[in-house]
């Protein structure tokens, strides 16, 4: 799930509230001793493994989600850079950054921290194929000065360097994790191990396939304990068999409680808060129906939002205002109109069409039966539908390798780099990592570029907005509605869940029963 950001980004306050920085939660718990309970935590996720626990795709947020991976930097409540592996840093001229690695942090397997290890992981990171979206938009080269300083460049100034580092997929591991056994990760740096190579509070220890992991306490943790001895992952895609294993007991958190489950489970179970997540409808730009930008925007006019929001999401979401909604409030008051925007086809002109392929995922339980009403929308303006219904994991590379004419998304804004230029670099851009659309077009280059090289926060999020207007002006994609995140767990006897706009903790090194 893509993004990148120059300057200082102040995350949306109602969002910032209930971001608990696993990195914080980590040091509170150190004065605690890690004593805690002796009971292991269960949990169970949305999302198995895709890509066998590589930190270069979306299991990289699993790993962090589950207080596994850890960065030279996290991101405070406001969005802003705190040391993590790194203890300081400091900016030399425009493409030049240097980082202080901390010196009382060591690998789960017992080797040492140091300025090496990380110009590996960042180099393998860099080298990776595919590339992770947090690198789409940047080029970076690590060297180290000495056993504690890595100097990082950028091809181009990245003032939002330090946000950067924070990104799961640029965690550090060691050289134990990079199974070809180079040094650098440069024989293949997509082949990577983080099971007991990381630096996190939780060592993963084994993984099932599809089906479970186990974590155990990593008693060496430079910030402390955790609370827990361990945690027993189990990952159940279907969401109405996680709300009823927290109805039973059988898992302690349960992440994202469909809403259809949420009014059952009743408000001690389930907690609601603020999302920078817009769900959209990704047309496919490159080939077949909606290569047509009259049969993109008769797509458009189809769909009706707030059906979406009353019928499926139950009021649990909020209507479509653009790519970027109420999680990220700053959007609002700068939005312009979409610019470009082809008149849309005709009904009689769409019936002509060939059949189109829909498609999304099983994974969030909300969006198969939003599927159900786009057909509906689109079939009433003349397309004839087929959908394909699967997990997430068996579509992933056919939606990116453009397979799908369309296909439903729910997509966080803010998850690579708490800014959205990521996300639009990574998603619509020509050599976007994560272009599902297949987007190419100059004028969304440009107005991304612009917006990636801006360090004065109002100049940037107005260029991110000019960039939006150009986006939703191809109708590349569709925004259908901006979700709320609704968390499982029992608060009378679970502590320390970290609810996270940006989704990327969840639990802590101070998450524990009782």
């Known amino acids: 799930m893509p993004t990148s950001r120059p300057r200082r980004v102040a995350l949306p306050l109602a969002a910032a509230a209930l971001l608990v920085p696993v990195a914080a939660a980590c040091t509170s718990s150190g004065s605690s001793g890690g004593s805690g309970g002796d009971q292991r935590l269960k949990v169970a996720m949305a999302f ?13 947020v699993t790993l962090s989600r589950l207080a596994v991976v850890e960065g030279l930097t996290r991101l405070d409540r406001d969005g802003e850079a705190k040391p993590a592996l790194a203890v300081s840093w400091k900016r030399d001229g425009d493409r030049a950054w240097e980082f202080t690695v901390r010196e009382n942090a060591v690998f789960q397997d017992g080797t040492k921290l140091d300025a090496a290890a990380v110009v590996r992981s960042l180099t393998a990171a860099q080298k990776a194929s595919p590339k992770p979206r947090v690198l789409s938009d940047t080029t970076l080269t690590a060297t180290a000065e000495g056993a504690d300083t890595v100097r990082i460049t950028t091809k181009d100034a990245d003032p939002l360097l330090p946000q ?34 990381a630096t996190g509070p939780f060592t993963l220890a084994e993984v099932n396939g599809a089906v479970s992991a186990t974590l155990k306490r990593n008693d060496t943790y430079w910030g402390g304990k955790a609370k827990a001895p361990g945690v027993d992952v189990k990952f159940v895609a279907d969401g109405t068999a996680r709300a ?27 907690h609601e808060f603020p999302s920078a997540r817009t769900n959209g409808l990704s047309l496919n730009t490159g080939r077949g129906v909606f290569a047509d930008p009259a049969m993109r925007a008769a797509a458009r006019e189809a769909i009706d939002s707030q059906a979406l929001v009353d019928g499926v999401y139950e009021g649990r ?44 995922y099983t994974n969030r339980p909300e969006l198969p039966e939003a599927a159900t009403v786009v057909q509906q929308q689109l079939e009433k303006r003349g397309f004839t539908v087929k959908q394909v219904i699967r997990d997430y994991a068996q579509l992933e590379a056919d939606a990116l390798a453009g397979k799908y004419d369309a296909f439903i998304q729910a997509r966080n804004t803010l998850l690579d ?66 979700e709320r995140f609704v968390q499982g767990y029992d608060d009378t006897r679970v502590r320390g869940v970290a609810l996270d706009p940006m989704e990327r903790t969840l639990i802590t090194a101070d998450t524990r029963v009782g």
């Not at 890509?51 to 795709?57: D, H, T």
């Not at 950067?164 to 650098?184: E, H, I, Q, W």
């Open 417 to 482: 780099t708490a800014d959205p230029v990521s996300y639009l670099a990574s998603d619509f851009t020509c050599d976007g990592s994560f272009n599902i659309t297949q987007l190419c077009a100059a004028p969304v280059d440009t107005a991304v570029d612009r917006a990636a090289g801006l360090a004065d926060t109002e100049a940037r999020h107005r260029a991110e907005m000019t960039a939006e207007a150009a986006i939703l002006g191809s109708d590349a994609l569709v925004p259908l509605v901006h």
């Open 164 to 197: 950067r580092l924070a990104n799961p997929s640029l965690s550090v591991l060691s050289a134990a994790a990079y199974k070809d056994g180079s040094k650098d990760g440069s024989k293949d740096g997509s082949k990577v191990d983080p099971a007991g190579h």
């Open 244 to 270: 009823n294993a927290l109805r039973t007991k059988d898992v302690d958190v349960a992440e994202y409680v469909p809403i259809s489950q949420a009014s059952l489970l009743g408000d001690g179970l389930v």
């Open 48 to 60: 198995p493994p895709a890509q066998a626990m590589s930190p270069y795709g979306d299991d990289a």
């Open 317 to 360: 979401a909020d209507t479509a205002q653009g790519l970027l909604g109420p999680g990220v409030p700053w959007a609002a008051d700068l939005r312009t109109a979409p610019t470009g925007r082809a008149k849309a086809a005709a009904p009689a002109e769409v019936r002509k069409t060939e059949q189109i392929v829909l498609a999304t």
